[in-house]
């Protein structure tokens, strides 16, 4: 399994353009989730889903938009880049039950 | 709401010196917790995990327990060396939901 992937890496936007952060899993979970990481902060949770078909937001929504229509893929969309939203994204996914989340590597975005 | 909250940091001590870094938590419902550690440029790691009250974690010489009493789970190590020096977040999932402390930055000085 290659577990949680991301893909960009690295990406450097400028203010005002729009991009998407990719997001799979190859392990069935129900749960997938986005978080972003400030430096000298924990993660915080932007968007969530509890299944395909079904999301929701987390504490810091404003900015950004997620669809999920697959069980395996759960997309991250910036719709105005902003300086505020620089930032590491991490994704996540779990099974249904609080025994483990399984964290991506990160992307990390510098808005300019 | 969820919430955690981790001792301030940063914890600088010298190579076999004893660790704790308290945790303390709030939750509505039935959460795991965990210990994830980060080192500089580097995703998380998870270090350890408990799933229920009373529940002991331990990993690579780490310990925490679950104390559903206190609502706390409190990063223990009996001898620390230098490449434990790291980004340590306490966090608990509940619902597909994590929600983590701030971090601990830990330097462990030769």
């Known amino acids: 399994n290659a577990g949680v992937t991301q893909t960009p890496k690295f990406q450097v936007l400028k203010t005002g353009q729009s991009m998407t952060l990719q997001c799979a899993q190859d392990m069935n979970h129900e749960y997938m989730s986005w978080y972003r990481q400030d430096p000298g902060m924990g993660l915080r949770l932007i968007h969530y889903s509890v299944g395909a078909g079904i999301t929701d937001q987390g504490e810091v929504p404003n900015g950004y938009n997620v669809s999920r229509s697959t069980t395996e893929d759960f997309p991250l969309r910036l719709l105005s880049a902003a300086p505020s939203q620089t930032s590491v994204y991490f994704c996540?996914?779990?099974?249904?039950?609080?025994?483990?989340?399984?964290f991506g590597p990160g992307t990390r975005l510098t808005v300019t | 709401g969820n919430s955690v909250t981790q001792m301030e940091g940063p914890v600088t001590l010298s190579e076999e010196a004893f660790l704790t870094i308290n945790c303390t938590y709030t939750a509505t419902g039935y959460p795991s917790l965990f210990w994830y550690v980060q080192y500089p440029g580097e995703g998380l790691q998870l270090l350890l995990k408990?799933?229920?009250?009373?529940d002991k974690g331990s990993n690579k010489g780490f310990e925490a327990t679950y104390r559903k009493e206190t609502t706390s789970f409190h990063l223990e190590k009996g001898s620390v060396q230098v490449s434990d020096s790291a980004v340590y977040f306490c966090a608990l999932l509940d619902a597909g939901k994590s929600t983590f402390g701030d971090g601990t930055t830990l330097t462990v000085k030769p």
């Open positions: 996540a996914s779990s099974y249904l039950g609080n025994y483990e989340q399984y």
């Open positions: 408990a799933t229920k009250a009373d």
